[in-house]
């Protein structure tokens, strides 16, 4: 392995090759009008070729301006302080802007976390991969870019080539960037958060991917994630970053054996899981200090639970222990460090969920096509099947979570229930008034009862609105409260209980974090007193910190108001945490539904058991359960199209149970017992 961040000592042997990546002492600095912010405050760290070195952290440690730097793409107002950025002994920092242009995309490739910002929505996806191919010396443009797309996991690509950006899904998008990124055939790969907006499958199919190439071109890859499971999944060595500074730096095992630094054990305390259902996630509290201020002491203490006088006073150094390097006052002079075992939450009689016999939604054979229109007069030369037929039902004080891959229907589900968009046929039932048809007066009223809480908080809050506002529109529009100074109060309430200010009321959504624009999301869901709210992919964009923070919330406004929850996800630790039904979605149906003990801990549907075998977990003692190079369990990334999905059973093409019925005939439910239902032939663990 490479030397870890210095000051950390060395541990490179004698006439070993130079590392691939050398970054020395980098500083980042932004002017303000209130002063001089370090984003990135003396960072070192190598990289050697072959190796992933994957970079942790909350939203706001600096992690993305670390990635930004490296490849000289920081904003107008930021700029390299100090530091040395040396990529294969070249110093990047002192390149001229034509020598950089050919390093980005050759020498260094780039995912980034938004693809839906990154790429141009006005050219092809094949017109922007042959771009890239042609600046970098590649003339096969549409030969390297058809192959690039079917790496990549992209169905039919031959036609998807000729596809804008809008028509493909969010993790589609991602793997794009990602083929874009591996044209020039880098020596280094930046991914900053890779994975975050694929479902489990596509993930376990771009990290192979990812790993595979890196294992035949030798290429060296900053991974930037705040996902532990992808850590353990791909990094050699892990470096964790708080406030501009790297604070722990260690191999990949020893670092899920026993993490040192006081903040990197909260970020493994936060993790949903089985274990802490109907308990509190012990997630650190606050957020991320803003970097505008001087730091005396360490920048973690105010958030740290064994933090003393010394840590406000004085900034900790380097200690090294064991293989493992941290800067914490707590190791001072210690060689051998304490165990790290995770608080077991138990299911107390008043954490136990609220049984209830009142269903507040039916859902019943709700069919959602969409048509597919060509030629000059737009006629109709196909269906896509989004939603085929769902049915489940959802009592008060439950949560039910729709599980799935992307692209499977479960947002057209969630939208539909609220007749954002119209269903072709079926059944929603919301205390036993049907909504679909409901128009007017009539439809706003179920509306009162029905919320959605929308997977981007950004794109969902007016940006022109202040969040008292936003908060307070609902409750106008929707005739909750007449009176003025009462909806002040109530939005002022509800924001106290978010765990905001009634003071921010009067800031707009830019100036909060994507954690706290989230519960804004939330509190504007609540303000007209919902029975149920649809909350699609919430946690998806959110660090492990944050996630927990909003997880516990949920979970407390669910107890005091029992409240029912459809929870879009395709986060399975979030389902196992929070979850008391389960139901798993395919190419627009309903494949198996049940509890989630059952769900998840004897899954019936092969397709159900691929899911969570694509899942990059930890395991209760710490260790990672695979490591880099291994390939993930998990079914083939090739997609039916919902446009002509396959005959018989959907899922027979991925299966490896499929027999001749399966290839014929859709198979009827099968009832398991205690609520337990699969759509299978050949139904496992029976």
Request: hydrophobic share 45%.
């Amino acid at each position: 392995m490479s030397s870890v961040l210095q000051p950390a000592p060395a541990v490179r042997t004698t006439g070993r090759e130079a590392p691939l990546l050398e970054v020395a002492g980098l500083r980042v600095a932004i002017d303000t009008p209130r002063g001089t912010i370090r984003p990135v405050d003396g960072v070192t760290l190598s990289i050697d070729a072959g190796e992933t070195f994957a970079l942790l952290g909350e939203s706001g440690c600096g992690k993305s301006m670390t990635a930004l730097a490296l490849a000289r793409l920081l904003p107008d107002a930021a700029r390299v302080e100090h530091g040395e950025v040396k990529l294969g002994g070249t110093d990047l920092l002192h390149l001229p802007e034509v020598a950089m242009r050919r390093v980005r995309g050759g020498r260094i490739g780039m995912i980034f976390q938004e693809p839906g910002t990154s790429l141009n929505p006005v050219m092809t996806v094949g017109e922007q991969i042959a771009e890239v191919l042609r600046q970098h010396g590649r003339d096969d443009g549409s030969r390297a870019a058809l192959s690039l797309l079917e790496a990549v996991g992209i169905p039919d690509p031959a036609r998807r080539l000729n596809d804008y950006p809008f028509q493909f899904s969010g993790g589609m998008k991602q793997r794009v960037m990602i083929a874009m990124a591996l044209a020039g055939q880098p020596e280094l790969l930046i991914a900053d958060e890779p994975t975050t907006a694929l479902d489990v499958t596509i993930q376990a199919q771009v990290l192979d991917l990812l790993a595979g190439i890196q294992a035949e071109r030798g290429m060296g890859m900053l991974l930037i994630t705040h996902d532990l499971g992808v850590v353990a999944r791909m990094a050699h060595r892990v470096g964790v970053m708080y406030a501009g500074e790297v604070v722990e730096t260690a191999p990949r095992d020893a670092f899920f054996a026993v993490p040192l630094h006081p903040y990197s054990r909260k970020l493994f305390a936060a993790l949903p899981s089985a274990a802490h259902r109907g308990g509190m996630l012990d997630a650190p509290l606050g957020s991320v200090p803003p970097l505008d201020r001087a730091f005396l002491g360490c920048r973690f203490a105010e958030r740290c639970p064994a933090a003393f006088d010394r840590c406000d006073d004085e900034a900790p150094g380097w200690h090294r222990v064991g293989r493992q390097s941290v800067r914490c006052h707590l190791y001072e002079g210690v060689a051998v460090p304490r165990p790290f075992e995770r608080l077991a939450a138990g299911l107390s009689a008043a954490a136990a969920p609220r049984e209830s016999a009142r269903i507040v939604l039916e859902v019943r054979d709700l069919v959602v096509h969409f048509p597919v229109r060509k030629g000059l007069l737009r006629r109709a030369v196909g269906q896509v099947r989004a939603v085929d037929g769902v049915g489940f039902r959802l009592a008060a004080g439950r949560t039910l979570a729709l599980v799935g891959e992307s692209g499977c229907g479960k947002t057209t589900v969630g939208k539909a229930i609220l007749q954002l968009v119209s269903p072709t046929s079926g059944s929603v039932e919301l205390d036993g008034v049907e909504m679909v048809g409901q128009s007017g007066e009539n439809l706003k009223a179920l509306r009162r009862a029905v919320q959605m809480v929308f997977q981007d908080p950004f794109s969902s809050l007016n940006p022109r609105m202040r969040v008292g506002e936003i908060i307070e529109e609902g409750m106008a529009s929707l005739g909750v409260e007449t009176d003025p100074a009462a909806r002040r109060r109530a939005a002022d309430l509800l924001l106290e209980r978010i765990g905001l200010t009634p003071a921010m009321r009067w800031r707009y959504p830019h100036e909060f974090s994507g954690g706290q624009r989230q519960r804004i999301a939330i509190a504007r869901a609540l303000a007209v007193s919902p029975r149920l709210i649809v909350c699609d992919e919430p946690t998806s964009a959110l660090d492990v910190s944050v996630q927990a923070q909003l997880l516990n919330l949920m979970r407390e406004l669910q107890r005091e108001r029992g409240l029912a929850y459809l929870f879009i996800t395709h986060n399975l630790a979030v389902v196992d945490y929070l979850a008391d039904d389960v139901a798993v979605m395919y190419l627009g149906r309903v494949v198996e539904q049940g509890p989630a003990e059952r769900i998840l801990r004897r899954p019936a549907h092969p397709y159900t058991r691929a899911l969570l075998d694509a899942v990059p977990e930890i395991e209760a003692h710490g260790r990672p359960t695979a490591g880099p190079g291994e390939p993930a369990r998990g079914v083939a990334v090739e997609l039916p199209s919902p446009l002509a999905p396959p005959a018989g059973c959907h899922f027979h093409p991925r299966c490896a149970h499929a027999s001749d019925i399966c290839r014929l005939t859709y198979p009827q439910e099968t009832e398991l017992g205690g609520g337990h239902v699969v759509r299978c032939h050949w139904p496992q663990g029976r």
